[in-house]
């Protein structure tokens, strides 16, 4: 352990703001490309199943339509 | 020999599952190795006898700025053997790597700052290293400004990949010319002061750290090449499976 | 029909875009008012001091002349892109590097040649040391066709893209660091009476370079745009 105390383990022997933005940024900067890592993923999936969604509800209306036109010609 | 052990891999699907299978494994590694690499470099590393516990930065700054080259290279690569052996999955990876490789960059450009301040006395001083670097920021940004530019992502990615190529055949002409640029202009008295030699105390906190953010990398781009995968076979009946079973899981 | 040869395509092309231009000759003219109207705004940004003016004068004249080429790319391969000429032209049986070489060519002798004679006059403006005057019109004449080069291939990548502008300055200008840094150096090297064919050389290496390897990232890039 090269500190004493946590207060001197903040002040970084007097160079603590630089230590702790290179830190901080870094941190921050790799968490917000994880987050955006993450959500482009998951937003991708959500787009897929919704295209699919709307593709079957297209599909069973073409049904229904053609359904319909049968009975009407019957008619 | 070698085609046929790769072979597998040029399978959209049989590469998602790979990408699916290591990440988890890179992802407990980097946690592991992060938190003994930083912890190690924060409280028990010792300070330089000459820069004091700015050196602490070191272990942040070195790994990320090796990082950003290397993933570069990477991403020339992949774009290389996307053009010439027509490999469309080397495209996504190539693709899923250009924002780390900035994101890293950025980052050994702040620390740099950072750790110029108190150092040099100024944040930024056109050492050739540090221009070089910045230039690299630019040429990551214009990979990622082109593949998002386009709406077909296959497309996007053989465009960005001659960007990358273009870039990388520069690189070393761009590095070579700062350099010189710089010689040329200021004394290189000050960049010595970023490279003492290392005694093994801070070595090894260095390696942790290094091997900690490359694994952490690697699980980045399993993540991202998975999206990028899912983007290109959008409507392969494999993908939508995929998609259909997770939302039941999810529904239930 | 019969076939051309490789010169005879090459002669054609360069004389079809020359006269396209002459027809349209804003697009000439455009680019090079730019360049004036640039370097005129340096000594009002930084003041009249003669002194100053001709410290900074071979990097106002080469920065400027960057700008100016930037702008003038456009018109590479847009327009034969929008009337599909530029397809014809890839399905065409000669190589496309040849091709692609005459239109750098014509977009070199349209906007690089042009900047290269005006520039010696915005160099007696800015008060460019009277020994810099030969390593001015060397760079220009070394690095303007570097300049349409590399900027070739930023178009032949953007041109698919309905708002390419922007980007195509965001690609393009990181790779004009070397050309910049090396034509600067030698016209400042001029300027204290020290020999600068060091420089030139490099400059001639980067010219050769890119003459023929930037027509295949060229050919690449187009082939990815007209898909």
């Known amino acids: ?75 | 020999m070698m085609w046929k052990w790769l072979h597998p891999y040029a399978n959209p699907k049989t590469s998602y599952h790979f990408a699916g299978k290591i990440l988890p494994w890179c992802t407990r590694l980097a946690v592991i190795f992060l938190t003994i690499g930083v912890t190690w470099a924060l409280l028990f590393a010792p300070a330089d006898y000459q820069q004091g516990d700015t050196f602490r930065i070191f272990y942040l700054h070195v790994p990320a700025a090796m990082l950003s080259m290397g993933i570069y290279l990477g991403m020339a690569i992949a774009a290389l053997s996307s053009l010439v052996w027509q490999l469309k999955l080397a495209d996504a990876s190539a693709a899923a790597m250009a924002p780390i490789g900035a994101a890293f960059t950025f980052i050994a450009l702040v620390t740099g700052a950072a750790w110029g301040k108190p150092m040099w006395g100024t944040w930024w001083i056109w050492d050739a290293r540090l221009t070089s670097e910045l230039i690299l920021l630019f040429l990551y940004l214009g990979v990622i400004a082109l593949h998002n530019a386009f709406e077909d992502k296959s497309l996007a990615g053989k465009a960005a990949g001659i960007l990358a190529l273009v870039g990388v055949i520069n690189l070393p002409i761009i590095k070579y010319s700062v350099e010189w640029w710089n010689t040329l202009h200021q004394g290189a008295t000050v960049s010595k002061l970023g490279q003492p030699s290392m005694s093994a105390d801070m070595f090894w906190p260095f390696l942790v750290c290094f091997i900690g953010f490359a694994c952490f990398v690697t699980a980045l781009i399993c993540l991202r090449f998975r999206t990028e995968v899912l983007n290109r076979n959008s409507m392969r009946p494999w993908v939508r499976e995929l998609v259909a079973n997770e939302g039941k899981t999810h529904a239930v | 029909m019969t076939q051309l040869s490789y010169r005879a395509a090459f002669a054609l092309i360069v004389k079809r875009d020359l006269m396209i231009a002459f027809r349209h000759r804003d697009d000439i003219v455009n680019p090079l008012l730019f360049f004036i109207i640039v370097v005129t705004l340096f000594p009002l940004g930084v003041g009249p001091e003669s002194t100053t003016l001709s410290r900074i004068a071979p990097g106002i004249i080469w920065v400027a002349a960057l700008l100016a080429t930037l702008l003038s790319l456009d018109r590479l391969f847009k327009s034969d892109y929008a009337d599909g000429s530029l397809e014809q032209m890839l399905l065409s049986p000669h190589p496309v590097f040849i091709l692609v070489l005459a239109k750098i060519v014509a977009h070199w002798l349209l906007t690089g040649l042009p900047l290269i004679l005006i520039a010696p006059l915005l160099a007696v403006l800015l008060h460019l040391h009277e020994s810099s005057y030969g390593a001015l019109m060397l760079t220009l004449l070394l690095g303007t066709p570097v300049l349409s080069l590399l900027g070739a291939i930023g178009v032949a990548l953007t041109v698919g893209i309905k708002k390419g502008g922007v980007l195509l300055s965001l690609l393009v200008l990181p790779l004009y660091i070397p050309v910049l840094i090396f034509a600067t150096s030698a016209i400042d090297t001029a300027a204290m009476n020290l020999p600068y064919s060091g420089q030139l050389a490099i400059i001639a290496a980067i010219f050769f370079a890119s003459l023929t390897l930037a027509p295949f990232a060229v050919s690449a890039a187009l082939k990815v745009s007209t898909n």
């Not at chain 1, 941190?27 to 897929?48: D, F």
């Not at chain 1, 709307?54 to 010609?73: F, V, Y």
């Open chain 1, 1 to 75: 352990m090269q500190f004493d105390s946590i207060s001197a383990f903040l002040a970084m022997g007097g160079y603590g703001f630089y230590v702790w933005l290179s830190y901080g940024v870094s941190i921050l900067v790799l968490a917000l490309l994880v987050l955006s890592s993450l959500s482009n993923h998951k937003k991708t999936k959500q787009h897929i199943a919704q295209r699919q969604k709307r593709e079957i509800k297209l599909r069973q209306a073409a049904e229904l339509q053609k359904a319909q036109a049968s009975a009407d010609t019957r008619l």
